[in-house]
């Protein structure tokens, strides 16, 4: 396995990059309340990118063996984990959409990061897992530093989400990103602590855990050859970061002037 350890430079536009995916989920925000589609939703992300100047890495995404991706975003509303293709049909309130963005610069780095979004006033299952699942991240987040390990990454969310009765999808894991959209490490949801590949320094990866309300089993849904749903249809969440190791810690690069209040417990997003 060999895993990129990132130059300052890269890191440098690795900031640049990441900021404008998280810029423009600030820019949909306002967007997404009842009566809203998923495909409108795309548009605006796109409409962002090109005020911005950076391409989506997702709209023709076609690894081997699948069909072209079609949407500028990934848009999974309720039971879709993840992959959810952008359509026409409105959101109701009470829905729950993950919105998944992953941009490139002029410069050929990719920035990488979702938010869940409760579409109206939401019902108390929907908020709790989308809060339980952000805590979650946020606790994966802050075991990196210069000499973990990936399973302390791992093991701190499967923990916390299954000690809240919730599920951690095993099938879809964070990824090493930079000038590649998917690199290694892969960086798994849930594991045993002091295990697995160990941190250094300039490794530059994604932390998305996929938490469902039920079962952790998933399945294909449809013929569109991408879209990822819970077998047993309970409700599923997800929230991106995209992270660098440092000397003393982490930087989380996902950041923007509209991101949401950090969970409690969180006293830096850079260390």
Avoid at 13 to 34: K, N, Q
Wanted: charged fraction near 20%; charge should be negative; hydrophobic fraction near 35%.
């Amino acid at each position: 396995m060999s895993i990129k350890i990132n130059s300052a430079e890269d890191i440098g536009h690795m900031r640049e990059a990441c900021r404008f995916a998280s810029e423009v989920l600030d820019y949909i925000t306002p967007h997404i309340r009842p009566g809203i589609t998923t495909l409108e939703i795309d548009r605006l992300g796109l409409e962002c990118m090109t005020r911005q100047g950076t391409k989506s890495a997702t709209i023709g995404y076609q690894p081997p063996g699948m069909v072209p991706y079609p949407g500028h975003l990934c848009t999974s509303v309720n039971h879709v984990v993840c992959h959810g293709i952008p359509n026409d049909k409105p959101l109701k309130k009470g829905d729950i959409v993950n919105v998944d963005v992953t941009v490139i610069t002029d410069a050929g780095y990719f920035g990488d990061t979702s938010r869940m979004f409760v579409v109206g006033e939401g019902t108390i299952a929907g908020k709790r897992l989308c809060d339980l699942t952000f805590q979650a991240m946020w606790l994966g987040i802050q075991q990196v530093k210069n000499g973990a390990r990936l399973g302390d990454i791992g093991h701190a969310i499967q923990s916390f989400a299954e000690g809240h009765g919730l599920s951690v999808v095993r099938e879809y894991c964070g990824h090493g990103i930079g000038k590649v959209f998917h690199d290694e490490p892969q960086i798994l949801h849930y594991g045993k602590p002091g295990t697995g590949v160990e941190l250094r320094t300039g490794m530059i990866f994604t932390i998305e855990p996929m938490l469902n309300l039920g079962r952790r089993e998933i399945k294909d849904w449809g013929n569109d050859g991408w879209t990822v749903v819970t077998k047993d249809r309970s409700l599923s969440a997800q929230w991106e970061h995209t992270v660098v190791v440092t000397d003393t810690g982490f930087e989380v690069l996902t950041l923007s002037e509209g991101y949401p209040p950090l969970p409690d417990f969180v006293t830096t997003t850079k260390c």
